[in-house]
């Protein structure tokens, strides 16, 4: 059965220290890895990743993916209070999305 | 304007009653979604439809039916409804099912 399994479930953490977020994923015929950010309502889109080793960022956060050990990672750096979200990551394979649980980041001022 | 859009915002009814979401989406987008979030944050993918046809059924009960009148709009039907089915539904429409634009969201108590 795919899966997508995410660490840790939650966090808390002070403004400007510097978090990781795991994601690893089992999904057939997988195409790529996205990550969403999931405040008060919908999810929005941070990143896709479809190839190894190839860093991918936008302004404090950057994200990677090992398609060989089957996980990415969600760095975020000099945290802001306006960062706590669920963070949410999903394996992408034909037409569907398969999402992990979320992590939930707080971030305390 | 707004992408991806739900009615209503906020669903609250009992046991037994059938009840109806509505989405739709001015990106014209071929392919949209319902997703289910439980109460554990957890995002869990229903349907799917590209271009009015049916191409993802997950294992949901019957009581869920989807109905795509036009390549816009893909409203979701709940008939004789549980107390489990209280949950957050989302829409999504994609151009690609890799990126996904999410609507706001409709809340669903069942009581």
């Known amino acids: 059965e795919d899966k997508v399994v995410q660490s840790p479930l939650s966090l808390v953490v002070h403004e400007g220290d510097t978090v990781t977020l795991n994601c690893s994923y089992e999904?057939?015929?997988?195409?790529?890895l996205l990550w969403y950010k999931q405040e008060k309502k919908a999810p929005t889109f941070l990143f896709m990743l479809?190839?190894?080793?190839i860093e991918k960022k936008s302004g404090r956060l950057s994200s990677i993916l090992d398609k060989k050990e089957l996980f990415s990672i969600l760095n975020i750096t000099a945290t802001q209070t306006g960062d706590s979200a669920v963070y949410l990551c999903a394996g992408e394979y034909g037409n569907k999305l398969v999402f992990g649980a979320g992590t939930i980041l707080r971030v305390k001022s | 304007d707004t992408a991806v859009s739900q009615t209503p915002k906020y669903l609250v009814t009992q046991m037994g009653n059938d009840k109806s979401i509505k989405c739709e989406q001015n990106?014209?987008?071929?392919?949209m979604y319902w997703y289910k979030q439980d109460s554990k944050k957890f995002l869990k993918i229903m349907f799917s439809y590209n271009n009015k046809e049916l191409i993802i059924n997950e294992t949901v009960p019957n009581r869920f039916s989807p109905k795509s009148p036009d390549k816009a709009h893909l409203n979701l039907h709940i008939n004789s409804l549980e107390l489990g089915d209280s949950a957050v539904y989302f829409c999504?429409?994609?151009?690609?099912?890799?990126?996904?634009?999410f609507g706001p969201g409709t809340r669903l108590l069942v009581l």
């Open positions: 999504a429409s994609s151009p690609s099912p890799e990126t996904q634009y």
């Open positions: 479809t190839s190894s080793g």
């Open positions: 999904v057939t015929n997988f195409r790529s």
């Open positions: 990106l014209g987008h071929d392919t």
